[in-house]
């Protein structure tokens, strides 16, 4: 027999890693925080939960730092190339 109420469940472990479901701008994205709380050490941790990133024709898009995570790594490793492709150690 199936149950036709609404059922209460989480979509994600984290609320901050939602995705929400109406547009945003992407200034509204950059102030979301996926956490926002004391680690175990006492230290306050915010990690947010878009990443704002300019591409080479200057358009800024907002990656989340979960269904984008792929595409921030890969733009870190972009950022860290010289002219040649060369890997640039810091």
């Known amino acids: ?9 989480h979509q994600a472990v984290n609320p901050g890693d939602v995705i929400s479901e109406q547009p945003q701008t992407i200034e509204e994205k950059a102030q979301q925080l996926a956490v ?13 939960t878009y990443f704002v990133v300019e591409e080479p024709d200057g358009e800024k898009k907002a990656l989340h730092h979960v269904k ?15 002219e040649e492709g060369n890997r640039v150690w810091w």
């Open 68 to 82: 984008d995570a792929e595409e921030i790594s890969d733009t870190i490793r972009q950022a860290r190339v010289d």
């Open 36 to 48: 926002d709380a004391p680690d175990i050490t006492g230290d306050h941790i915010q990690v947010p």
């Open 1 to 9: 027999m199936e149950d036709n109420k609404p059922k209460d469940i």
